[in-house]
């Protein structure tokens, strides 16, 4: 099959439960901030930044390290085998004092009245560890159908859960307090757990997931291969460092509100700066589904004679399809995606423009980080997520503790240090790149479509428009003028693309 028809199609195909997953969870959050307080949704949201920490320290680049090897290796099961075993040793590791000690952990982190959080959140993060390596099998022998399907079990496991709990038991409590049914919902329901049911939706959804991936578990067994386990970690302990610098870059942000802000404000800022990163759900969505089918497709292709010149065009398509999703949200913002969040979470607005276009710098940053992970130079990933990291701590310390009367402060400060982060490692390791695996990316495309999309909309926010029809009509002009651009410049490429997408 064609190289790029092969990638759309797996895009599409990972992407569907990406997709209507992020979407399904994305109209529960109009739910969590019309239910729960600012606060109560603040404790949320430090608890899966915390998660998504603790899951990369968890998985520890074994993903990436299998990808490699299994590629690599001539008997790919060894490096499975190899990679579950050690994986699930670590995991069990992990599992053990977080579920006895988790009064103490809670303590620690300033939960003391709620241990049962930490010990729901220790199994989720054991079972998504556990089948972070299956996942990986899929995606590498190209099973996307059987992949997505099982995404797609989880992500509606969870939904499904999140609504009875939070929508369907209180419903019937206060319509029909008296009836047999409300008996039976107060059988497994309780209005004290409150945002603990989130958390148990997912956790009952992860399980589910790993035993949905048992044919992929069932010749699994101890199996470990020293010279070949080495050769892996070697590589893989890098992509650690990486990945948790990523992270910090990621999530660490709300962490650092709710610590360096006043107390009494503090749950409340991290609430409304979560509820508004969600509005970059369009460019994560998409970041999202390319980066699960390009990662095994970037390795296949490698070896390829024409790899980086097709490198570059995915790079090209791939800014004008980001420029294009910032537009969208951006134009769109005060008169449709702005609803999906409660009333009392939108003053945070002000944020959403710089966290686009940091997940923007975020996407364009992945497709440049393959450089060092087709060389083995994975060193240079854990150096830039490093830098990034440090970037996101100094300026989050700075900012976030600033009086109010600052320019800079608060989560607004949170927001331009992630924009900071991601910009400069976006740089970084274009210029390493061009170092070890030069590739001619066209940067005069690159920059013209980013500017041309920024300077669209510094233009409605000068225009200022005040009622909903006139910005629907005058935004819609704009971003046509901003598509005919594109279309003028990109048409002999773009009907050349359609042309092998059909081979």
Request: a positive charge; one cysteine or more; proline letters at 4%.
């Amino acid at each position: 099959m064609n190289p790029l028809k092969r990638l759309a199609g797996q895009t599409a195909i990972y992407g569907l439960p990406s997709i209507i997953g992020r979407i399904l969870g994305y109209l529960l959050v109009p739910i969590y901030t019309r239910i729960f307080s600012e606060a109560a949704y603040g404790t949320v949201t430090v608890f899966y930044s915390y998660a998504a920490f603790l899951m990369v320290i968890l998985t520890y680049g074994m993903e990436t390290a299998y990808f490699r090897f299994a590629e690599k290796e001539q008997e790919p099961m060894k490096v499975y085998r190899s990679a579950m075993t050690v994986l699930g040793i670590t995991t069990l590791l992990f599992l053990l004092p977080a579920l006895f000690f988790s009064g103490t952990v809670a303590s620690w982190i300033d939960y003391p009245a709620h241990p049962e959080y930490i010990v729901w959140f220790a199994i989720i993060l054991g079972l998504d560890a556990l089948t972070a390596i299956p996942f990986a099998r899929l995606r590498a022998e190209n099973k996307a159908r059987r992949f997505a399907a099982i995404r797609m079990l989880n992500i509606l496991v969870n939904i499904g859960l999140n609504l009875f709990f939070l929508v369907f038991c209180p419903w019937i409590m206060s319509e029909f307090p008296a009836s047999w049914i409300a008996d039976v919902v107060q059988v497994v329901y309780s209005p004290s757990i409150g945002i603990g049911y989130i958390f148990i939706s997912n956790l009952a959804s992860s399980a589910i997931t790993l035993v949905a991936l048992l044919p992929q578990l069932q010749d699994v067994r101890p199996e470990v291969h020293p010279s070949l386990l080495k050769k892996m970690l070697l590589y893989a302990f890098p992509l650690l460092f990486a990945g948790m610098a990523g992270i910090v870059n990621e999530t660490f942000d709300r962490i650092l509100l709710r610590y360096l802000l006043p107390e009494g404000i503090a749950e409340q800022e991290v609430g409304i700066y979560g509820a508004c990163y969600k509005i970059s759900i369009l460019m994560t969505l998409f970041i999202q589904a390319y980066r699960y089918a390009a990662e095994p497709f970037f390795f296949s292709h490698a070896k390829h004679a024409d790899a980086k010149q097709l490198f570059a065009r995915l790079m090209n398509y791939f800014v004008i399809l980001v420029a294009f999703i910032f537009l969208v949200t951006m134009l769109y913002l005060d008169d449709i995606f702005i609803y999906f969040i409660g009333p009392a979470f939108r003053e945070g607005r002000q944020v959403i423009p710089i966290l686009m276009m940091a997940n923007l710098f975020l996407g364009i940053y992945f497709n440049l980080s393959i450089w060092y992970k087709l060389t083995g130079k994975t060193i240079y990933g854990a150096w830039l997520s490093l830098i990034g990291a440090v970037v996101t701590i100094a300026l989050n310390v700075y900012w976030i503790p600033r009086s109010p009367d600052h320019l800079i402060h608060g989560y607004l400060g949170a927001a331009w240090a992630t924009f900071c982060c991601y910009g400069l490692t976006m740089v970084l390791s274009y210029l390493w790149g061009q170092k070890y695996y030069p590739v001619k990316y066209d940067l005069v495309r690159f920059f013209g479509y980013l500017g041309m999309a920024t300077g669209i909309y510094l233009i409605t926010v000068w225009l200022n428009l005040e009622t909903s029809f006139s910005r629907i009509i005058i935004h819609t002009v704009l971003l046509l003028i901003f598509a005919g651009i594109v279309w003028m410049f990109e048409r002999k490429s773009m009907k050349q693309l359609v042309t092998e997408l059909k081979q």
